[in-house]
């Protein structure tokens, strides 16, 4: 860590990696994000319920979608 006085009352301070990321090593928290996910996913998957599905076409099936549609790079996260 290093700092330095830029105006009076005013100091930067810039921390600096000590080591470098591994690329090819497993972060511990997505690996038990994940493992939450696996095992908690196939108890909430459910058929989806007939009133829902009239309900979602009442709302959404007017729409049409293109799938081969160009949205463009703004659609890009």
Do not use: W
Request: proline content about 5%; glycine content about 6%; overall charge negative.
């Amino acid at each position: 860590m290093k700092a330095k006085v830029i105006a009076p009352g005013y100091m930067l301070v810039v921390a600096e990696p000590t080591d470098t990321v591994d690329e090819d090593e497993d972060d511990p928290v997505i690996g038990a994000f994940l493992a939450l996910l696996e095992k908690d996913m196939p108890s909430q998957i459910q058929a989806l319920d007939s009133n829902l599905f009239d309900r979602l076409d009442d709302l959404v099936g007017h729409i049409d979608v293109d799938l081969n549609e160009d949205l463009g790079d703004e659609s890009l996260l």
